[in-house]
Each structure stands twice: as C-alpha cells, then as structure tokens.
C-alpha cells in the first residue's frame, strides 16, 4: 500500500454536472500531481501541487482545477463534465526534489459520464 | 508522434520464458525514465527507474539507450504473477516532477 487514498473510488455523472475528487497523500510528502487514465491508454497528466500552488498543468482545459491544502491533501474539480471525461482519476504523491517520476499512485477514482 | 511510444501488445508468453519490451521517446531533455507495472484496474505501481548504467532488480533488467531514445525492459523466468501492464514513463526536466507514460504493453504469462 501507497498511503495515497482517493475518494470516492467511484462516480457516475452526468453531461454538464460538476465533480470534485479527493486525495490524501502519503505521509511526508509534499506534492500532490493528477493523472486522467482513459480505457486503454497511459495515464495523462492533468497538473501538480506544491505548497498549496499549481506547479505545472498538462493538455487539459481549465474547467480542470485543483487546490492543495496545508496538510498536503488535494482535490480536483472538474466542470461541465463531457463524456469523453470518463476515464480514472489517480492522484499521486512525491516529494519535491526527489527523483521525479518515483510517484506513489493512489487506488484512483472512476468516473463516468452518462 | 506521441511523447512516448510502447508496443500495446499483448505479448503472450509461456512461463518461465524471457520476454522483452522496448519503449521510445521523443523529448530528448527527458532525465529520468521508469517502468510500472498496473494490474487490471488498478493503480500503477514503480516496478523500477532506468539509470543510464542499467539497472537490474532480481529477474527484471532495465536498460536505457539515450543516443537512440528507448528504454528497455527484460523479464526473465517469467511468472503468472507477472501477467500486467507494462508503463513506460519519461520524467519532464522542467521544475515539476511531471511523467509522460506511454499507452502500456499488456504481458500475459502462459501456464
């Protein structure tokens, strides 16, 4: 086990709604990075936090936003959700200045949009 | 061309066989290159990083060709237990830690 948790692990949606994903990163980590992994592709990123501040974003539009807390824990919204958004969210955690790509995934949250 | 380039696969292999994937990438600032590991539905897991050296970890070997731009990976005496998908990952040289992952190659372990 990572000690990344998401919640909630699952979620159907609808066109058109609003979703928040959670995340708690592992202890002693600080920096929390988003991935959208479609059915039968890699997983993509979306964008990371540190110290409660966006640290780069991926291809993604801005109705993808985020926020990081001072216990280092995340969320991802998502707004006007499309269907082509149905894909698993997974939250990683790292620790800055550490060998970056040596990430800690959580289980991921599975959305789908109806 | 995408960023990072896998065979999808399915590479299906008997047990006890050696089997090998290789792993492309485009973004030649690329510093940091790993392979995980991801069973079906769920999330993945570091199975190694690559060092320009090569690295091996028991049965797996790791190998990474910076003039080409691949990475490879060799697993030896293969197991059912090793019946995944493979990840290839590329980390950003930018000041976030962000991976490009190719799309997996599917490894299936025959009995």
């Known amino acids: 086990e990572t000690g990344v948790t998401q919640s909630p692990t699952h979620l159907i949606k609808t066109r058109g709604q609003q979703v928040t994903l959670r995340c708690s990163s592992q202890?002693?980590?600080?920096?929390v990075s988003w991935y959208q992994q479609a059915l039968g592709q890699g997983p993509q990123f979306i964008f990371q936090?540190?110290?409660?501040?966006?640290?780069g974003r991926g291809n993604f539009p801005p109705r993808f936003s985020g926020l990081q807390f001072p216990n280092y824990s995340s969320e991802l919204n998502v707004n006007a959700l499309e269907l082509d958004d149905s894909a698993l969210y997974l939250c990683?955690?790292?620790?800055?200045?550490?060998?970056?790509?040596?990430?800690?995934f959580g289980e991921g949250s599975r959305l789908t949009v109806l | 061309r995408k960023e990072v380039e896998q065979d999808p696969g399915p590479f299906n292999v008997p047990e006890g066989a050696t089997v090998a994937f290789n792993c492309t990438y485009s973004?030649?600032?690329?510093?940091?290159f790993f392979w995980y590991r991801q069973d079906c539905r769920k999330e993945p897991k570091l199975l190694m990083s690559?060092?320009?050296s090569g690295n091996e970890d028991g049965r797996f070997t790791a190998q990474l060709n910076r003039a080409s731009q691949y990475i490879s990976l060799l697993i030896r005496d293969s197991k059912l237990s090793d019946s995944a998908t493979y990840l290839c990952?590329?980390?950003?040289?930018?000041?976030?830690?962000?991976?490009?992952f190719g799309t997996g190659t599917k490894l299936q372990v025959i009995p």
């Open positions: 990683a955690s790292s620790t800055a200045g550490h060998s970056t790509g040596e990430l800690f």
């Open positions: 202890s002693g980590h600080n920096t």
């Open positions: 936090y540190y110290r409660e501040e966006e640290n």
């Open positions: 973004n030649s600032a690329s510093q940091s």
């Open positions: 690559v060092y320009s």
């Open positions: 990952g590329a980390g950003d040289s930018g000041g976030y830690q962000k991976v490009t």
